[in-house]
């Protein structure tokens, strides 16, 4: 069960830099009490970032039979503006169109237009809860070619194959599922408690020969937030 003390503490730690898209299941099977379930979940991970002008910036999709950007990664500079985003949420309880979202977060969602950053890591977060209705290889080989980190978190009747498709490689570093939706708030207490000594410093970015280095960090950092939090 979620507890409100998650969502009105201040972040625990600082520095750190990233542009990072949630692309949210919004499809009938997840059903309206599911999908608020999902919404505290991101928030308690934006409770945990450094989200400022300077520092790290989030965009958030759902999608069902269509797909619909809630807010762009240049919409929002604080946390506090991403959470009440994110809760304003409408559920849209259609179809499953993971294809699609995949497709509108690499052409749409890393965009220049929509506040992407030149030179700063790009990391995606992929939360479905079943099959897709169309296919989902084609869009994430393209992100992942791009240099986007996609992690696929699945939930339920969450097709192995698919979340595989989605993952960045190697899949035990990026893929993860639980069983049903009462772990996500065991999940989100243990990413807020690990984020300070996980999460790379703008004075280690600084240190970096290159945005590659930099982005193998990062990456690292959300490895090690999910690691354990969700069962394969």
Same mark, same amino acid.
């Given at each position: ?6 969502? +009105? ?10 542009? %990072? ?15 608020? %379930? ?5 928030? #308690? ?15 958030? %999709?759902? *999608? =069902? ?8 990664? #240049?919409? *929002? ?13 409408? *559920? ?15 052409? %749409? ?31 994430? &080989?393209? @992100?992942? &070619? =791009? #240099?986007?980190? $996609?992690? @696929?978190?699945?939930? #339920? ?18 893929? *993860? ?44 950092? $959300?490895?090690? +937030?999910?690691? &354990? &939090?969700?069962?394969?």
């Amino acid at each position: 069960m979620y507890l409100l003390s998650l969502f +009105l503490t201040e972040p625990e730690c600082g520095d750190g830099v990233m542009d %990072l898209v949630f692309v949210i299941d919004g499809s009938k099977s997840l059903g309206p009490a599911n999908f608020e %379930l999902v919404k505290q979940f991101v928030n #308690g991970i934006v409770d945990s970032l450094d989200i400022s002008r300077t520092g790290t910036h989030v965009g958030l %999709l759902q *999608y =069902s039979t269509k797909v619909r950007t809630e807010f762009t990664l #240049g919409q *929002y500079t604080t946390a506090q503006n991403i959470k009440q985003a994110v809760s304003r949420m409408q *559920y849209m309880g259609r179809g499953s169109m993971t294809g699609s979202a995949l497709r509108h977060m690499f052409e %749409l969602s890393f965009s220049a237009k929509e506040g992407a950053r030149p030179n700063i890591p790009r990391f995606s977060i992929v939360f479905t809860d079943g099959r897709s209705q169309d296919d989902v290889s084609e869009w994430a &080989n393209k @992100a992942k &070619n =791009s #240099g986007v980190t $996609l992690y @696929a978190l699945g939930v #339920g009747k969450a097709i192995e194959q698919e979340l595989r498709e989605i993952a960045s490689e190697p899949d035990e570093k990026h893929l *993860y599922y639980a069983e049903d939706f009462d772990k996500m708030g065991e999940i989100t207490m243990k990413l807020k408690s690990r984020i300070c000594k996980d999460k790379p410093s703008d004075e280690n970015m600084c240190q970096c020969e290159n945005v590659i280095m930099f982005q193998n960090q990062v990456t690292k950092k $959300l490895t090690n +937030l999910m690691q &354990n &939090n969700i069962l394969f």
